[in-house]
């Protein structure tokens, strides 16, 4: 039988840190059905005894990112009260810094969302990405990752989740009987990255982008002979370059980006 919960997360800013943890957390559980119940920009003391009512209703675990000491202060004695479980998810490594680096903090929430060089990179590197994608334009040379594979291998959204993370990335996509754009061959400076896919995979992910446009003709694009040739012609051209691959068989778009991530610092590790 599949036991239910009750999971309030609570964070004065956008809640993105929180729902991260949280979900991250969860992943670890089975058999266990969570609801989950979120409260963002909690800000005010309003704010903060309308999540209380609702917790109230319907009692639960409590995860929360709050740096007012005031309301973080009435959330817990109202927990405390209320008998329901709590945890401070900043509290700990936040108070390892404040020790380690012997400085006083800030209490300033969503201070990691301020609109700083950082946050104006990520934006770049997001328009960057949506210019440069499916090989739409090949002036790659200001690049700093270049994704190339057939088609269904996750090219575009790992380049979006690199530019989230601020990083240059385009994509440029193999097609099977066709030479690699000369382009392609000519960059020294970005890092070319090979995608692909176990054949069968990319046959049924092919199916159903093919069902969802209303196209159900058999074509060489989902006959997995042909796919197969497909997969095995990419692999031999990233062998023969001698660029990275990753297998996205069964690898999340996040698993994908952190790997070529680490080839990004590994190779400017050795530049250095």
Request: hydrophobic content about 40%.
């Amino acid at each position: 039988m599949t036991r239910s919960f009750h999971l309030h997360l609570i964070s004065d800013a956008t809640g993105e840190t929180l729902h991260a943890i949280a979900k991250a957390a969860l992943a670890q559980f089975e058999g266990i059905n969570v609801q989950q119940h979120a409260y963002t920009l909690v800000r005010s003391e309003r704010q903060l005894h309308r999540a209380l009512d609702y917790i109230r209703q319907h009692p639960g675990l409590v995860l929360f990112t709050i740096v007012n000491q005031k309301l973080r202060s009435d959330l817990l004695a109202q927990c405390t009260l209320l008998a329901v479980p709590s945890f401070d998810l900043m509290e700990g490594p936040v108070g390892l810094m404040q020790r380690f680096f012997k400085a006083e903090k800030t209490q300033k929430p969503g201070g990691q969302h301020e609109i700083d060089q950082n946050y104006l990179q990520r934006i770049e590197a997001l328009n960057y990405a949506i210019e440069h994608d499916d090989g739409q334009n090949l002036d790659l040379g200001s690049a700093e990752v270049i994704l190339v594979g057939a088609s269904r291998t996750s090219k575009t959204p790992t380049c979006v989740y690199l530019a989230i993370r601020g990083i240059r990335a385009a994509n440029v996509p193999l097609v099977l009987g066709m030479a690699p754009p000369s382009q392609l061959l000519t960059f020294t400076t970005p890092l070319i990255v090979g995608l692909w896919a176990a054949p069968e995979r990319l046959v049924q992910i092919r199916r159903n982008r093919l069902a969802t446009m209303g196209e159900e003709r058999e074509t060489d694009y989902v006959d997995l002979e042909k796919v197969r040739s497909e997969v095995m012609a990419t692999r031999r051209l990233y062998e023969q370059h001698g660029w990275p691959s990753v297998d996205v068989t069964r690898r999340s778009i996040e698993e994908t980006a952190a790997t070529i991530m680490t080839f990004l610092a590994e190779r400017q590790g050795e530049t250095a």
